[in-house]
């Protein structure tokens, strides 16, 4: 796999390329499931934005993301997460699975996931409002596979087989439907971003075959 990311939230260029792209699954997961805490996107803001590696193929849209992240403040980015993903009712943009493979919630991809999750051990907090094929639990599944300490669960195979069946077939839809939002700026960012992360994974896994 290739290195996935120009620059980790610490600005730590030594991390190693598993940790890199655990990281960058955690900090999807983060942007996604709620809107970005001061914390977070005050990290974002002064985020080391030139790659290692002089041309990177993420290093323009991590720069977007960057350049979104300081030109909007807290407030605005957490009114365009409401507008694009809360709300009363249907959303403006799904992040769920389902949507995107079926049309519907809760329909035949969701329980494919929640059997593909049992044999990994794996369950819903059911503190979490959301379900399972949300595409911010996804990148925590992700993270977890990459970076959890049982080896008969986290590796590349297995990273390999849940991402091709959970979030390859149709995390470009929601890229597409987030960028294409008259009201997305930083989401918009984020979207490309994601974009090319998974297109690197995608490529990354497709060299195991």
């Known amino acids: 796999m290739t290195n996935p990311m120009p620059a ?10 598993e940790t890199a792209r655990a ?8 942007l996604y499931y709620a809107p970005p ?6 990290q974002l803001r002064v ?3 030139e790659s ?8 323009e849209p991590w720069r977007a993301v960057v350049a ?12 365009e997460f409401d507008t694009l993903f809360g709300g009363v009712g249907k959303p403006e943009v799904y992040l769920y699975g389902s949507h995107y493979l079926s049309g519907f919630l809760n329909e035949k991809p969701l329980a494919q996931l929640r059997e593909t999750l049992l044999e990994l051990g794996l369950e819903r907090d059911e503190a979490m409002p959301e379900t399972e094929d949300h595409f911010a639990y996804l990148c925590e599944v992700m993270r977890y596979l990459i970076a959890g300490d049982d080896v008969a669960v986290a590796n590349l195979t297995r990273q390999s087989v849940f991402f091709s069946e959970h979030l390859q077939p149709w995390s470009t839809a929601m890229c597409d439907a987030i960028g294409q939002h008259k ?3 930083f989401y918009a960012a984020l ?8 297109s690197v994974e995608a490529q990354g896994f497709d060299m195991l075959v």
């Open 68 to 79: 979104a992240a300081r030109e909007q403040d807290d407030a605005a980015v957490a009114r």
């Open 23 to 30: 990281e960058v699954y955690g900090l999807l997961a983060s």
């Open 37 to 42: 805490s001061p914390e977070l996107l005050a």
């Open 52 to 59: 290692p590696a002089a041309g990177g193929f993420l290093e």
């Open 8 to 17: 980790t939230l610490d600005s730590t260029s030594s991390l190693d390329e």
């Open 191 to 198: 979207a490309e971003f994601t974009r090319a992360f998974l």
């Open 47 to 49: 985020a080391v934005t």
């Open 183 to 185: 009201e997305a700026r």
